[in-house]
């Protein structure tokens, strides 16, 4: 019922802004940071922080979610990989969308998973949205960027300044992640699931919400 809440909360709270593609840097939390454009809208829901903005191509998304208290830390990177690829098969579930060039990436010492979410808008038009999935032993970041398919061949050069931008504290080092490296057998499958449970319908209403509002404005306009 919390996540219910959550999510609903975030289909109505969420306020697109049109800001300009000049992306200036944002304290996400004390550790994490990221360059959005100047009026960007931030919210607070029940413990969470969501950060969003539009330019004239696209949506931008960031999302720091504290992990439940009573989270088992990761012990392997094994554990951290299957948290993060059932985080993008929660996504793409609850988007009913195509999860392509899934990869994994680093970010200053840190793992994290990358991937393009391919979905359809109100009229059927392709979405495209991009994903940057950092996990840590306290909070789950997620970035986004999303923009309509007719744009793709303009969004290139933003995409990859929203997302080159991420900054993190020298504080965050691997074993903030999972703390070792030897082998072993790794969570449960119940233990995993539990972690990425509430992040997944956060980012997807969150991002329906602003694409909607973006795409009627421009009806109007």
Request: glycine residues 6%; hydrophobic residues 40%.
């Amino acid at each position: 019922m919390k996540k219910l809440i959550i999510f609903f909360g975030v289909l109505f709270l969420v306020d697109a802004v049109y800001g300009q593609s000049a992306l200036k840097p944002v304290k996400i939390d004390s550790l994490v940071t990221i360059s959005l454009p100047a009026a960007f809208t931030k919210k607070d829901t029940l413990g969470q922080h969501i950060f969003s903005a539009t330019t004239d191509f696209a949506y931008m998304i960031a999302i720091d979610e504290p992990n439940a208290k009573g989270n088992q830390p990761l012990k392997k990177e094994k554990d951290l990989n299957s948290v993060l690829k059932k985080y993008v098969s929660g996504i793409q579930s609850q988007s009913q969308g195509s999860a392509q060039f899934v990869r994994d990436t680093t970010i200053g010492t840190l793992k994290a998973k990358a991937f393009t979410l391919l979905t359809k808008d109100a009229n059927g038009d392709d979405l495209y949205r991009k994903f940057i999935l950092l996990y840590t032993k306290d909070a789950t970041y997620t970035f986004e960027y999303g923009y309509p398919g007719a744009r793709k061949d303009m969004i290139k050069d933003e995409a990859k300044a929203f997302f080159s931008s991420i900054r993190l504290s020298p504080e965050l080092q691997r074993n903030d992640q999972y703390t070792d490296t030897s082998k072993s057998t790794g969570l449960s499958t119940n233990m995993i699931l539990i972690i990425i449970a509430g992040g997944v319908v956060i980012v997807f209403g969150g991002a329906w919400l602003i694409f909607r509002k973006k795409k009627t404005s421009n009806e109007y306009a």
